[in-house]
């Protein structure tokens, strides 16, 4: 099992700034891509920015020149900077990480997420 717990989440003004962190723990063999995703209420999941093992990432429209995400892979860590938070950023952020174990099964783990709340 992989546990992710991610921090760094609260509340902002608009046009402010947050680090979000999220830690891989547990019996970790290989970690591939990691990833953070976003809920806003009524809304569904929705990916935010993803980077693989050797560092490449991929990003949402919607964030792209305002997120940058990083990764420290001998932590098991994934970063997401965030600046020029808008209301529209508002969400419970989610942590995720693809992990392949000794039999080269890949799964998907979650983390628990952490409220980004932005005011106008």
């Known amino acids: 099992q992989v546990q992710l717990v991610e921090s760094g989440g609260g509340l902002v003004q608009a046009g402010g700034s947050l680090r979000l962190s999220c830690v891989a723990s547990?019996?970790?063999?290989?970690?591939?891509?990691m990833g953070w995703y976003r809920q806003a209420p009524g809304k569904q999941r929705e990916l935010v920015a993803t980077i693989a093992s050797g560092g490449s990432a991929n990003y949402a429209d919607s964030v792209k020149g305002r997120f940058t995400i990083s990764r420290d892979n001998a932590e098991n860590t994934v970063y997401l900077a965030m600046k020029g938070l808008t209301p529209d950023d508002t969400a419970v952020y989610y942590c995720e990480a693809d992990h392949r174990n000794r039999l080269g099964i890949v799964s998907d783990y979650w983390g628990q997420g952490t409220q980004v709340t932005v005011s106008s």
């Open positions: 547990g019996r970790i063999f290989v970690i591939n891509g």
